[in-house]
Every structure is written in structure tokens, then in C-alpha cells.
């Protein structure tokens, strides 16, 4: 390839003409404790808060970063464009400049690039380096989020890890073959819908709750080691709106995924499988599923008993803070009808709410055979619950 330079010049920088600030991504609980928070990050100065705080809560490599680096000398490789490892004595980590970022992306394409043949000479590898690194930089052009996230740890930074189970196409070869560790050859590519269900520890969850409530952190099975295998989840982003297959298998299972998912399959029963995009699949392949997955976790009791009220105070309670009158403070009421029902609640309270303040009324019913009794909980030591679980929500669908 023949690479023109549009927006940068040779032997200069490629962010010469952009100018760059030191910006801070902070996240708060309801409660206003700091959950994250980055200072003095450098970045783009045009960059919105919302782009600033994509790119250090999500995209920023938090851990394993050497602030010194020395080349991997390769002889068919430009000085500029070598691979980099931690220098000795180099303490580790995370990234803090945008530049960091962009250098990673930008390098490691063209590093494969050059490897492989794709550039007519080096000064078009380098062309092609600075132009992107522009425009990655004035947010003209961008990858999927799972190049944001792994491209260029090996190369920029030496970062392995244990392989994960995916795989890539040996350019030598043209076969799929396994990775052999985590970053060298990273997975950058596919997405699944919000509904997909992800095996974890704790049960299967719905990739977009694990999105939404950005559980990073998160054991999930990976399909290694038979199935037990597990990995933790690094990072979450929305990657928009594209089309999802849905492939019905004779089982009765189904599995959607966008069309550049991979998956195993074999053209037939007990053949020679491969991996193919979704959006390649016909009908009589055979897919390979791992189904040996379990439960290996127990949730914890403030959990259950958090899930137990909510839904409790769903079904027949009510949550509320008036506007006017004596009484402003946020209320809950809870009802029960007998005396089991009022033990099992009770105990419920004890546990998601020990020490705060609640009366017990009784309530007249004319059905003697009936004990109902009315639980009232008041003050802002009920707020984080309440938010948590979305309770003052005008809808009969909250959150768990």
C-alpha cells in the first residue's frame, strides 16, 4: 500500500496541530463516595466529559504499565515500530496520557502491517501510523471497544497474560490456530446482545446487566479446563446498535450473536470443526456448545434479604417521601397479614436496615382470621437502598 498523508507532515508529531489539557474522570455513588476517579489525565482539549470519561474509566490499561520501556530489536523491523518491553527496574502502572492510547492502537497496526507485507515502503508505514494516530486523537475515526481495550498491550508494553480460548488466522498459514496467551494475538472483535447470557459462578446473567452495572471485576467461565475455567471481566462498554443472528439448534437451544461472532462448528456430525463467523453458518452445521458450567458461589445474606424486601415492598408495600405536611422524611411501609409473614419480614429489616428507626401499627380487618400489620421505616438511611433497587420509580418494574 501507497499511504498520502492528508492531515499530518513527515518528521513531526502527529498531534503538532492538537492541543492537549490535563482533564479528571470522577464516579460517585448515590451516597457521593468516589467509586473512580482519575486526575490529571492528559487528553485532547476539544474532548467532551463524556468522551474523557470513556476513555480513563473504560479504555485506560489499569494495571502493568512500565513508565520505562526498552525495544525488542527485531532486523526486519524499523527501529520505530519494534515491539516494546518493561525496562529492568521499571515500575508498573496504568495509563494516563490519551497518547498512550492512540500509540498502541495506531503502532500495533502498523506493526502488522509491516510483518506482513502490506506496505509499499517505510515511509508509507509511517504515514500511515501518523495519520492514524490524528485522527484516532480528533475522534475521526475509532474501533470497536474490544480494540480500545487489548490491542497493543504486547506490543506497546510487553503485557501477556494466560491464553483466554480464542483464536486467530496464522497469515503464514492461513489456519485458525489457539493464541497462546492473552494480548500477543488479542480478541478484538465480535459482540453479543444485552439479553445474552453469560455462565458465571454466581448463574448465568445477562451480558447487559453485567454492561449496565459495570461489574468489572466479574468471574466468568470461559470454556477452558472442561468448562471450569473462569476469567474476570477487565472492562464494559455498549458497542451500539448492529443486527444479531439468531441460530436454533436441534436441541431447542438458541444462540444470538452479531454476525461477526465466532463460533465451532462442523459441516457434519462428528467432522473436522472450525471456527466461522455466524453470519457464515448454514443450515445441518453442527455448533459446538460447552454446557458443563455451574452454580459454584452462594450469594450473600444481605443480599438475598435486599432482594426478599424489594420484592416484598413491590408486592405489598409502598415507598414514598411527601412534599408537604409534618412528616417529609423518605418512608417505606411494608404489610403483613399474619404472623409468619410479619416474623420473615421482620427479619428482613433487621438485616438491611439494623438500627434504623420503624413502628408497628395493627390494622382492622374484617376477616378475623387475619393479623395485619403495618410496618413503617422513615429517614435517609433508607435512600441507598432505596435507589439502589429504583424503588421511587413510577413503574412496576424496578431494579435487582
Known amino acids: 500500500m ?66 520505562q520501556m526498552r525495544r525488542v530489536a527485531e532486523e526486519d523491523v524499523p527501529a520505530w515500530l519494534q515491539r516494546s518491553t518493561p ?78 480460548g480464542h483464536f486467530y488466522v496464522e497469515p503464514a498459514s492461513g489456519q485458525v490456530v489457539a493464541s497462546e496467551d ?16 453469560i455462565s458465571t459462578p454466581s448463574g448465568p446473567l445477562a451480558i447487559g446487566e453485567i454492561v449496565t452495572q459495570n461489574m468489572i471485576g466479574l468471574e466468568v467461565f470461559d470454556g477452558s479446563e472442561g468448562g471450569a475455567g473462569k476469567t474476570r471481566v477487565v472492562a464494559v462498554k455498549s458497542n451500539g446498535q448492529k443486527p444479531v443472528y439468531r441460530i436454533a439448534l436441534k436441541n431447542g437451544v438458541f444462540v444470538e450473536a452479531t454476525g461477526d461472532h465466532l463460533v465451532w462448528a462442523a459441516d457434519e456430525r462428528r467432522g473436522v470443526g472450525r471456527w466461522l463467523r455466524v453470519d457464515q453458518l448454514a443450515p445441518g452445521q453442527r455448533m459446538r456448545l460447552v454446557t458443563t ?39 417505606i411501609e411494608l404489610m403483613t397479614v399474619n404472623d409468619e409473614e410479619h416474623a420473615y419480614v421482620m427479619r428482613l429489616v433487621e438485616t438491611v436496615f439494623a438500627g434504623a428507626h420503624y413502628k408497628v401499627r395493627p390494622v382492622e380487618s374484617g376477616n378475623p ?12 438511611t433508607l435512600r441507598p437502598f432505596v435507589e439502589k433497587y429504583e424503588l421511587l420509580r413510577e413503574s412496576r418494574d424496578h431494579g435487582v
Open 293 to 331: 458450567t455451574a452454580v459454584g458461589q452462594t450469594s450473600e445474606e444481605r443480599d438475598i434479604a435486599e432482594c426478599a424486601l424489594a420484592g416484598w415492598i413491590q408486592g405489598d408495600g409502598f415507598v414514598g417521601q411527601y412534599d408537604k405536611g409534618t412528616n417529609r422524611s423518605l418512608t
Open 87 to 164: 525496562a529492568e527496574g521499571a515500575a508498573l502502572g496504568a495509563e494516563r496520557d490519551a497518547r498512550q492510547v492512540f500509540h498502541r492502537l495506531a503502532g500495533t497496526w502498523t506493526y502488522w502491517g509491516w510483518k506482513h507485507g502490506y506496505f509499499d515502503s517505510e515511509e508509507d508505514a509511517r504515514s500511515f501510523y501518523d495519520e492514524l494516530c490524528y485522527m484516532l486523537a480528533m475522534q475521526m475515526a475509532a474501533p470497536n471497544s474490544p480494540q480500545w481495550f487489548n490491542t497493543g498491550l504486547n506490543w506497546a508494553y510487553g503485557i501477556t497474560g494466560p491464553a483466554q
Open 2 to 67: 501507497k499511504i498520502k498523508r492528508v492531515f499530518t507532515q513527515p518528521n513531526s508529531s502527529p498531534y503538532a496541530s492538537i492541543p492537549f489539557e490535563k482533564r479528571s474522570s470522577v464516579i460517585r455513588n448515590p451516597d457521593g463516595s468516589t467509586v473512580f476517579e482519575m486526575q490529571g489525565i492528559d487528553v485532547p482539549a476539544h474532548w467532551s466529559q463524556v468522551a474523557v470519561d470513556i476513555l480513563a474509566q473504560k479504555y485506560f490499561r489499569k494495571a502493568g504499565v512500565p513508565d
Open 182 to 197: 492473552a494480548y500477543t494475538h488479542p480478541q478484538p472483535h465480535a459482540c453479543q446482545p444485552f439479553d445474552a447470557l
Open 369 to 380: 382470621r387475619l393479623t395485619i400489620r403495618r410496618i413503617r421505616l422513615y429517614g435517609e
